[in-house]
């Protein structure tokens, strides 16, 4: 992470744990869960080597599955029966891989996945098209997790069929994405809420076996590539190392804010005040737009060096990257700093 925004949050973070704690209006148990809570929840997210991505999302859809493919090897135990009892981490390289427990796994086993949450900077939520996708409880865990505001890809993992299915398959596949966003829209109340997520298609039986040696190097690169793996594996690149790598960034800060909100409730119960209450709306209101309003510029200042990047790579240009990924990335600081300002 750049180091510079990384101290600027750290500053925050280490303020707003000195304000809770001098401020005298919490008791000592609040003052402790609050500041734990910048401790274990904020300050991972500006501490780490690797981004960390958390594969999430129906008991025993194939998470394990898909991990053991994205890395190329069998790092995840899988079997018929729900095999992700507790949190792993797994290392893929560019990033670290979280595999946890389903949403609908036994109750001890949920919250550990849900308190695994809150170290991570992409969610991957998965589903099977054999069954899961029209349950609306699990477009209601859905639409918490966007709310977060982190980088969040739907994965529905899709089986096999004969040839002479296919033309029906493929009909098939459109009417669950077509319920997959019509139940989100349903639950978030939201009709333009397709911008906060993207959905990928693939099969991850396909994919792992491409990659664990079963198949012959030709017949292994042909199934590999119907699998549709590549697809996941380029989005999650364009996250971690791309153009949209700084959607990543925002993971601390949207953590920061829960920390913040979860004073002012605290504050709000006991005051119970009309006046506090309108100030604390009006500051979330703030918040909210201040991180739509760098998400933006980020991607508007991003777009503007599109065409260098690309022109470079077809090799009509000797543009140099390090140092236009480091324009990027200073364009994105300058305008965090400026823009927080007003707001701390």
Known sequence: MNNEYSLALKNIASEYAGIVTSSGVFTGEETATLTRGITNDVMPLLNFQKPK????????????????????????EVANRPMTYKVDEYD????????????????????????????CHVIIF?????????????????????????????VINDRAVMDDELDQHLEDL?????????NIIKVSGQNDVANKYDVIV??????????????NKDFAEKVLAGSNLSE?????????????????????????ERKVDEGEKILTAKSAGEDYAAKRDTLNLKIAQFSQSFQDRVRYSAERHYEEIYQSY???????????????????????????????
């Open 126 to 154: 998965v589903m099977s098209s054999n069954a899961g996708f029209e349950q609306i409880k699990n477009y209601v865990k859905i639409w918490d997790l966007m709310q977060r505001g982190l980088p969040f890809i739907i």
């Open 314 to 344: 077809m090799g009509n240009s000797r543009v140099d990257m390090a140092s236009l990924y480091q324009s990027i990335c200073q364009e994105a600081e300058d305008t965090y700093n400026r823009e927080s300002l007003p707001l701390i």
């Open 174 to 182: 459109n009417n669950i994405k077509r319920k997959v966003s019509e």
């Open 202 to 215: 693939l099969n991850a039986q396909e994919a792992w076996e491409s990659v664990s040696g079963k198949f």
């Open 232 to 256: 996941l594996t380029l989005r999650i690149n364009q996250l971690v190392e791309g153009k949209e790598v700084m959607k990543t960034l925002l993971a601390p800060l949207s953590a920061l």
């Open 53 to 76: 991505i958390l594969v999430y999302g129906i008991y025993n859809s194939g998470k394990s599955t898909l991990v053991n493919a994205i890395c190329g090897r069998q790092v995840a």
């Open 92 to 119: 893929a390289g560019k990033y670290i891989l979280v595999d946890s427990p389903g949403i609908d796994a036994p109750i001890e086993h949920e919250v550990i996945a849900d308190k695994e949450i809150n170290s």
